[in-house]
């Protein structure tokens, strides 16, 4: 009589399911997480880009105001707002991205650099009065860098949005969320749109 074959011992195939079960939640946990990692990344170095065109701008205007002021030095008020408003906005620059996910810090944030670029469109404003001065290459130069600027910053911004947006996204699928809640992924903030400030200012020659 032939021998009967041994069963596979219920436990074995009862522990082989749960190491195969165990491997696929590391390698979907990994996987994930290595995708959120670089998601963030991307955030950071939209939000970096950003960051340096604030910087650029920022450099910018004491050349603007010292010209501007040669020709309208009795524009008190414009340009003191203007100095004051780059004096606030100098604190908050190159800030951490870590206001990214503090919706109140982030919106302090913005409504600096947002006061900035409304004063600055004030000056450009009044600069219209002085023919002299719209006639002057210093000031030409300037002002095309100025615009230049605050195109790129409003590129960089919509760039940076669309950069939370997909991180944003990505967290919050499920199972996703869980992942991103155990290792401490959270939601970013966005920068908010139609401010005034985020217009260029309006170059005439």
Known sequence: ???SKKK???WAIVLIVIAVLALLCVKKYTGTYN???????GVSSS???VQNQYQRRYDLIPNLVNTVKGYASHETDVLTQVTEARSKAGGVINVSDEVLQDPEAFARFQQVQDSLGASLQ????VTEAYPDLKANENFLSLQTQLEGTENRIAQERRKFNDSVKSYNNYIRKFPNNIIANMSGFD?????????EAQNAPAVQF
Do not use: C, H, I
């Not at 995708?35 to 990344?41: I, P, S």
């Open 122 to 125: 004030r000056l450009l404003a």
């Open 1 to 3: 009589m032939a021998e």
């Open 35 to 41: 995708n959120m990692v670089t998601l963030d990344e």
């Open 47 to 49: 939000w970096s880009q």
């Open 187 to 195: 939601k970013k903030a966005y920068f908010a749109a139609g401010s």
């Open 8 to 10: 596979f011992p219920t």
